[in-house]
Structures are given as C-alpha cells and as structure tokens.
C-alpha cells in the first residue's frame, strides 16, 4: 500500500511541476513576443526610441515593486489564487496590447503585465517550496528554470514570424495560451498552502525597501551588488533598442529581428549550461568576471561594425555569451561573500538586477534618439568602466568595499 501512495503521490507532484512548467512557459513566451514587435507597433504609431525605452522600463519598475508584495500576499491568501491573478493579468495585458491603437494602451498593457502577471513567478517557487521536500526542490525548481528558459527561446521567434501577416496576431495567441493555463490551475492544481500554515494578517506586506538597498551598496558585497546593476543596464541598452537599430540601420522585419533574439537565447541558455560551471572552475569568479565585462565592452563595439546579416548574428552571439558568464559568475562569489542569509543575499541581487532593468531602457531609448549608435557606444564604455572597477576591488580572495555605514556609526 505504501508503495501505490509514494508512486501517486510521486505522479501528483509532477503533474503540478508541469502545469507550473506551463505557465511559465506562456509568460515567458509573451517576454519574448514583445521585443521583436515592439519597434514595429510603435513606429506604426508616431513613437520612436525615447517611447520604446520607457515602455521596456514600465513593466521592469513595476514587478520590481510589485513581486515581492504578491510573494507577501501570497504567504497569507495561500499560492493557487494569486497565481490565477498572474495569469489573468498577463493575459489581459496581451490582448490589451494586440489590440493596441494609441500610445497610451502600449503603456497601460505593459503597466498591467508588471503589477499583476509579476505574481506568476514568485508564486510559482513559492508552491514548489510548499510541495517538496528539501531533496526533490532543487529538480522541482530547475523545472521552473528549464520552462522559462524554453520560453524565452521561442518568444522571439514566434513572436516574429507570426507577426508577418499582423502584428497583433502574436499577442492574440499568447493570450489564448494564458487562458488554457489558468483553465488548468483552476481545475487541476491544488492549493500548497493549508489555510493553518498561513501567516497572520496583521503582519506587514514586504515590499521594496530602498534605504536597505542603499547600505548593500557599503557592505562586503557592495561591489558586486554595483557589478551586477551595471551588466543588467548595460544588457538593457541591448535588448530594449536592438528592434529599432535593426528597422532603422538595416531595414529588418520582425521576422529577422525575432530570429537573431532566439539566437541570443538559445547562445545563453547554451552557454549557462555548458560554460559557467567548467570555466568558473577553471579560473575562478572574480577573473571571470574581469574577462566578461572587458569581451563584454568589446562585444558592443563588434555590433556597431557588423553589416551583414550573418555578421549581426556572429557578433550577437559574441556579445551574448560574454554576458552569460557574468552574472552567474557575479552570484556565485555574492553567495561566497555574503555575511548574512543566503536567500537575502540573492534578493539584494535580484532588486539590483531589476534597477539595472528600469534605468537601461530609459537611457538607451533616449540616446537612441540622438543617433541609433550611441545606446551600443554608451553600452561599451560603461562595461569598460566596470572592468577598470574590477580591476581595482574585485578578487577571487577578497572583496574589498567601504564597511557598512551602520557599523561605523553605531
């Protein structure tokens, strides 16, 4: 009898893995949709670059803000609910985007996509916590990793060729797929958390606490905490223009563009799995990190002068795997020099991340104005900048930064 409860109990977990896998799938598939089309609907509407960058930036503000209120939220209410709120928000942010016909429903689907579909990802590790135990929750959450990854290989591509006829067809699509997932958690997935497990109320919402992000910056993982915002901006300066660089310098569809942007996914996908580990090994974190953000620095420079099609792609993919390196390398050494919990401080790395998301587009959309180079050049020497930085306060040793200010004051 034992053994027919293990095996269910085994097939049950994994049934919840895959429809979780699922909806990870189809909000990182919309992720993926968005910037081959985006240059084309907003050109389509009388906006250029400066627009394009404050779109990118709107959703990444707000899930910075927002993730960790649903994450809270959810610790109170139980997971099933707010995952089903994750996906109605990004399914009405798609359809409210395919049926975009002025600026401001650019603007306002992408609002929606960050405050509510924000909760899918937060949530979803969150149940594979509540329903796994401490052996089986690596694989479960490796799952979750595989499905978005899977989901931003294809984004891209499907949202360029499907574009070719219309470009709303995409969005149209991705919102059916988020109808047929939350079909599937409101039928089939059970709630984790038991209405006795839930934290009380009266206790406060967690939400993003600027000042503490601040002193991060002063403590032993400062530097790297700084080295991680700067790849995120300066990757933002890539990915929130390149549509718009290659309408206007090449006079590239959606088709193309969505092409080369799943080359960039499948390269870093590829390339975390193949590289980081063997070459951190090797050489360790902190001259990984060096190498990265100096082949990084250059690999901006080689897109400028690429101007052929296949050229674009090898120098892409240049660029991509130089970037793929430094952040699981800039983590790995954040974990080593942590002097406080683990999982606080890879949230700091996270909210880091995601302000490095929130300035990059906003600045690359603007210079992108002043001439459609400038977000690579400006992209190059702030990588450059970083590996002088490097240079002087990263070691595989030891990192040195200012003491925590509390501490010299207290």
Known sequence: MTFHVSRFTLAN????????????VVVMLGVGIVYPIFPFFITELGASGTELGL?????????????PIWGSVSDRTGRKPILMV??????????????ATQLWML??????????????????????????????????????????????????????WLAGDSLSTPFFIAAGMSLVSLLLIFILLPESLPAEA?????????????????????????????????FSFALTNFEAVFGLYALEKFGYGPERVGTILMVVAIVSTVGKAALTGPTIKRWGEATVIKASLLAGSVGFAVLLLANTYVTILLATGFFILSKTLLRPSALSLISKRATGGQGA???????????????????????FDVNYNYPYLSGSAILFIGFLIS?????????TTY??????TG
């Open 107 to 160: 603007f306002a689907s992408r609002a929606l996509s960050g405050i509510l579909s924000s909760a899918t990802l937060t949530t979803a590790m969150a149940y594979v916590g509540d329903t796994t135990s401490e052996e089986e929750r690596g694989g479960g959450i490796g799952l979750l990793e595989a499905a978005m990854a899977l989901g931003v290989i294809l984004g891209p591509g499907m949202g360029g």
């Open 55 to 67: 779109l990118a930036a709107t959703s990444a503000l707000l899930e910075f803000v927002f993730a």
């Open 13 to 24: 977990n994994r049934q919840k893995t895959l429809i979780l896998s699922f909806a990870l």
């Open 391 to 399: 240079l002087a306060w990263v070691s595989q040793g030891r990192v």
């Open 198 to 230: 839930r934290q009380q109320i009266e206790g406060k919402v967690s939400t993003v606490q600027l000042s503490e992000l601040w002193r991060a910056l002063f403590s032993p993982i400062g530097v790297l905490l700084f080295m991680v915002a700067l």
């Open 86 to 99: 994750g996906m109605v928000g990004y399914g009405l942010s798609m359809l409210l985007f395919g049926l």
């Open 345 to 367: 401080a890879m949230g700091l790395s996270n909210s880091f991340m995601s302000l490095g998301r929130i300035a990059g587009p906003i600045w690359a959309g603007a210079v």
């Open 403 to 408: 003491p925590p200010a509390s501490r010299e």
